[in-house]
C-alpha cells in the first residue's frame, strides 16, 4: 500500500514562500508521475504542477509558472513544490499525487495554504 504524506504547509503573507513535501512510503515511485493539486475553497480541483519520471521533465498551470517549482528527489521518495511570490488566490489544500500518464493512483491527505496579511 503506496501512501503520500504531505507536510510545509501553513499561513504566510502575500509575496512570502513555503516548501511543500510528500514523502512517499510502501513502494517506490520513481517511475511514477508525481503532481500537486490544489482545491481552494468553493472550488473545483486543479492541476498545479508536475514532475513526470520519463525525461524529468515538468509542466506548471499557467497560475503559478514563473513563482512555483516543482523537484523530487527519488532517493528519498519525496517531491517538493517551492511556492515564491504567493498571493492571496494560492489559499487552497494542497495535495500530492503519483500516477501513470495523468491517471494519479495515488494521493496524499492534504496540507492547507494559507496567504493572508
Known amino acids: 500500500q503506496v501512501q503520500l504524506v504531505e507536510s510545509g504547509g501553513g499561513l504566510v503573507q502575500p509575496g512570502g514562500s513555503l516548501r511543500l513535501s510528500c514523502a512517499a512510503s510502501?513502494?517506490?515511485?520513481?517511475?511514477?508521475?508525481m503532481a500537486w493539486f490544489r482545491r481552494a475553497p468553493g472550488k473545483e480541483r486543479e492541476f498545479v504542477a508536475v514532475f513526470r519520471w520519463r525525461g524529468a521533465t515538468t509542466s506548471y498551470a499557467d497560475s503559478v509558472k514563473g513563482r512555483f517549482t516543482i523537484s523530487r528527489d527519488n532517493a528519498k521518495s519525496t517531491v517538493y513544490l517551492q511556492m515564491n511570490s504567493l498571493k492571496p488566490e494560492d489559499t487552497a489544500v494542497y495535495y500530492c499525487a503519483g500516477g501513470v500518464g495523468s491517471t494519479y493512483t495515488y494521493w496524499g491527505q492534504g496540507t492547507q495554504v494559507t496567504v493572508s496579511s
Open positions: 510502501g513502494r517506490s515511485l520513481s517511475t511514477y508521475n
